[in-house]
Structures are given as structure tokens and as C-alpha cells.
């Protein structure tokens, strides 16, 4: 997956059909007469719609039916060459393991999908032999677990055909958690400058945060961020200026807003200099607030052009909640916070001060503010905030429990309206769960309070994700 722009980049898929010698060894497969006359060509016409139907969605790499340990070992090869995201292990009719085990012996592992396909839908009311041969996968399926399980391959399965709406879900989700894990290995997060004192429920273990997903940590001095903020412009301020000209602002006056700009801007720099998929900020930190004056919370555009979450308190795993769940949405993420429920309405309001992602906002309500949180009395920043658009939406969090990554899950529909929050950027969530059940999730399984945000649905492609980074993960929904 290209890290700077999810959009632009197209799953690659090795699409393994493997059916048994022993049909050609019996003269199934190549009959001139009788019963089996033209079986070899239906399952190859339907190998071929399969391929079809997924290349409409992904660079499919195969060579259609193999069936020899000899070819099963060319296509393991052709997969490890292509360096492929996932895959589709699809036994098309009954096999034999030999071909299997030589292509375990010789591929390099990838997340693996099972597929028991399902060429009729149905149990036919009479199958002739070659109408059951035909359909015959499933059988290979469980036939192929025990193996994989004895050379350590964890898998996910799928039952159907390319035309049912639950299998293209299935695969689709599949290979978008594949990806996205594969994303992950050196993905990096800056922690500027350091851990948080003030709020330790963003400690983790940060060894097992990258055995588990490869993501790596880069620590970045206040002297550092400073010198990015130097090299500023003044003609890089004046451009941005006219993107903050658009909005509407309340109490913040032309030196302020130039100021913000000019620290965010700098933020921009790191991220081209580091290749940063994430910041996480320490914005209690004193050397930081004595440098700046005052606390860098304003959302520039660049940041989201580059797919950069930022998120406070330098929560990492808050920050990387927001990722996965923009890479599993294909759109940049949300960084956010749960901050309390209604029951009558079964409302959720969620929110957070700062850089709100801006692909979010209801254009209506966007508005450039000071950080309030602070005195008015006070030198202060500035801040980008709004309500957030309606749509349906899925929320991931990432905490550290005992040492112990666990990963969560909620959606539920994002309801537009006029601004509920002086100076937040902020959602009115109405989940399809109940909001006292999901909120004693959340307090049962110690989760922190951010949360990763996503424009569309990613429940089963999360699900997934977590399955194969080894993280236990709980649905709330």
C-alpha cells in the first residue's frame, strides 16, 4: 500500500487454483468421450471468470489451474518475485496435498485466504459425477487445514462464488486487512519530544509494538521541531494564509493565526523529512510551550495531503488507531476522543482540541478559533475546528493493558447539524448498538479514551487486520 496515498494504490493478489493430478491421471481431464467429455473446460471457464471478477479490484497474479508439484513450485516462485499482498488459495475442484505442500515449502508466507467455492449457490437436487467434481472444493479445503496448520500457515476462509455480495465482502475485506498489515512494517510515528507525564494511560510496551505490526518510533527533540519551523517562509505563510482566509474566525487575530501557521508548516517539514505516517505530540510538554509560547494545535492541509495523522498527549497507539483505520477506509483518518453518551437518543459525542482532519468537516461549520482551553488572558494558538459531515463511520482504539496491546471496535452513523462544541472539532455519533452497552465495553476492557475514526465500514476487514497481527480484539458493536 503506498503510505502517502492509500487511494492511489492497488491490492496484489497471487490467486492460487490448484486442482488434483489424479483427474489427469485418470483421463478426467482429458476425455475424448463419455461422461467426462468438456469437465476440464468448465472448471477452466470458471477459473477464468474468477480471475475476471477479481481483477476488476486488484492486480491478480496466477497462472489458472496448476496441478503438479513442479508447476505448484513455479507459481509459489512467481508469487515471491511479485511480492504480493495476499493469498487466495482456491483448491477449484478435489487435489491432491503434494502440490500443496511443495508450494508451503517454497512461497514466502503471506496472509492466506481459503476459498471453499461454491459454483451453484445450492445443494442440487441430483448431481451427475462431473456436476459434483465440479463443485467439489470444499472438500479440498478441509482437506487442506491440517497441513497448513502443521507448517504453522495461519489462514482465513471464505464459502461462495464471485457473484454473491458475501464472498466479494469477505475477500474484499480480507485483502484489505493484508495490505494494510503489510503497510505497517516501518511505518513511522514521530513522538515529539517525548512520552507524556501527565496522562500515562498513553504508556505501551514499545518493543511489542513492533514486533507486532513493524511499526518503528521516531523521537524528535523541541531544538529539532524548532529548527523545521525556522525554515519557514514567509512565502509559505502567505500561501497558506489564503487556505485559512475561507473559514470564518472568532477571536483570533492576524499574528496569532501567522504564528500557528508557521510551527504547522514546520510539522509538514518532519513529515517530508522522516516519511512520517504520524505525530504524536506531547502538548503539556513545558520545553515545548516555553520555545513556542504556547501549545502547536493547528490542522494545516498538508498534513492531510501526506495522510499524516497528528494526535495529542503523544498517544502513539492513539495515533495509530487513526492510521489503521484510514488505510482500512482508503481516506486519511480521524484522531478522536469518546467524551460522553446520551441513552434516551443513543447518542455518542466524540471530539477532540486540535488537528482534526478536515476531510471530516461539514464545510458549513468550520471555523478558525483560538485554543480556548487556555485564558484569554493568555498567549494562545489557534485552532481549525467543525462538526463533522453525516455518514457512517467506524471507530478503532488502540490500549495497552498489562503490558498487552488490545484493539477494539464501534461504528455507527455520524449525524450532521449546527456545532454542539465551542472550538472542538467534534462527531454526534448514533451507533447501532446500544451507547450504555458499548460504554461499558469501553470501561470493562480499560480502553483509553482516542479513538481512530473512518469514513465507511471497516468492521470486517479490522476484525481481520487484528487476526493477523496477533492482537486480541473485542467488537463493541
Known sequence: MNKKDPLQYKSKIGLFFLAGDSWWEMGACTATSGRYVGFIEKIEERVKQITLKLSQEYEVITSGIVHTVKDAIKEAKKYNEADV????????????DQPLVAFIQNI?????LLWSYDPYGKILDYYRIVDWLVASAPVSVQQ??????????????????????ETQDTIRAFVKAATTKKSLLNTRIA?????????????????ELLAKTGVELDYISVKELEASVK???????????????????????????????????GLVKLVDQYGLSGIALEDFNEELTKVFGYRP????PGLGERFCTVGLEADVLGVLATIIAGRLSGRIGMF???????KERNLILMGHPGYGEISFADEKTIEITPDIEIDDMLDRGVWLSYRAKAGFMSFINLSSNKDNIHASLFSGASIAGPRLMEGYSHLLIQPEAKVESIFSGVTKNALFQ????????????SAELFALLDIEFTSLD
Open 450 to 461: 482516542h479513538w481512530g475514526a473512518a469514513l465507511g465500514d471497516i468492521r470486517l476487514s
Open 144 to 165: 487442506s487445514t491440517g497441513i497448513l496448520q502443521q507448517f504453522n500457515w495461519p489462514y482465513s476462509s471464505c464459502f461462495g462464488n464471485e457473484d454473491k455480495q
Open 297 to 300: 494545535h493547528l490542522y494545516h
Open 336 to 342: 478522536s476522543e469518546f467524551f460522553t453518551i446520551e
Open 191 to 207: 513522538v515529539i519530544p517525548s512520552p507524556c507525564r501527565l496522562v500515562k494511560g498513553t504508556w505501551f510496551h514499545e518493543l
Open 85 to 96: 499482498d495476499a493469498i487466495i488459495y482456491c483448491p477449484i475442484i478435489w487435489t491432491n
Open 231 to 265: 525554515a519557514v517562509t514567509e512565502h509559505e505563510i502567505k500561501e497558506s494564509l489564503t487556505y485559512y482566509k475561507k473559514f470564518p474566525s472568532s477571536e483570533v487575530t492576524d499574528s496569532q493565526l501567522r504564528e500557528s501557521i508557521r510551527i504547522s508548516l
Open 108 to 112: 514466502t508466507k503471506v496472509p492466506l
